[in-house]
């Protein structure tokens, strides 16, 4: 069964000043921009919300698609009243910003694409799916484990585990299907075929270190934009949110202001 509902999701707005909507990746929710609040609320009216059936957002019914995705992202447009917004998204909302501004370009005044990925090989491509397929066959506890070191640096790892903790039991937490589903959305969205025609300005970041998101990929993202600016965090992995979240504010503020 598919679904082809739009879902009210559960949002928050914090600060004053333009219109900033923060998008999460995959079995997270709104609390992943919890490091780069406090400095983003200071420049920016910053909308946040949890995707369909993750944090607390209503769970969809049956499967859904990135378009699925783009359109819940506009019902928040519409419920918070913003005619123009800078949008924002790490990982999987790397991917559904670029999908919303393709399909809604009148509402977008800049992106920012945080950990993601585009011109994918087919290596690259069988890669990411077989993570997908482990966790279908074995389960998404016994492979998640496996996951920490491609997403956080050893020494993040060594100093903050409850950090880890945290974000592999909100894993855990969410459901298998929702999980599963999104997990697949990003290992086979392509954006390679229509990035291109994205004429806002583009802010394109990631880790120096992040294996699926590597700067291979962000470098021919940048290349094809007609608007874009690369930078790559030295030293980081995919977890950017959770282990340099002020970091990433501070590029997003001075590349917002830039423009």
């Not at 924002?88 to 393709?102: C, E, F, K």
């Not at 809604?104 to 087919?122: E, N």
Request: glycine fraction near 6%; charge should be negative; aromatic fraction near 6%.
């Amino acid at each position: 069964m598919v679904s082809t509902t739009v879902i009210p999701c559960e949002y928050s707005v914090e600060g004053s000043g333009p219109a900033l909507i923060l998008i999460h990746g995959i079995g997270a929710a709104r609390n992943t921009w919890s490091k780069a609040l406090p400095l983003l609320k200071k420049h920016f009216t910053v909308v946040t919300y949890d995707l369909r059936g993750h944090g607390v957002s209503p769970m969809p019914n049956g499967e859904f698609t990135l378009d699925d995705l783009v359109e819940d992202l506009e019902l928040v447009r519409s419920r918070c009243n913003i005619d123009k917004a800078h949008i924002a998204g790490h990982s999987l909302g790397g991917m559904i910003g670029p999908a919303y501004a393709h399909r809604y370009p009148q509402h977008v005044l800049s992106l920012g694409l945080l950990s993601t990925a585009a011109f994918r090989t087919d290596e690259d491509s069988r890669k990411v799916m077989s993570v997908v397929l482990a966790m279908e066959k074995n389960g998404i506890p016994e492979i998640l484990e496996t996951l920490t070191d491609r997403w956080f640096t050893d020494s993040f790892i060594a100093t903050h585990p409850e950090v880890i903790a945290a974000r592999l039991q909100q894993v855990i937490n969410t459901d298998p299907n929702i999980f599963l589903n999104v997990f697949r959305i990003y290992a086979t969205t392509e954006m390679a075929p229509w990035i291109h025609e994205i004429t806002h300005p583009c802010l394109v970041l990631t880790g120096e270190h992040d294996g699926g998101c590597n700067p291979r990929l962000n470098r021919l993202i940048a290349e094809a934009l007609t608007d874009s600016t690369l930078q790559i965090l030295p030293g980081y992995k995919h977890s950017l949110m959770l282990e340099c979240g002020d970091l990433v504010a501070e590029r997003l503020i001075e590349f917002i202001q830039s423009q």
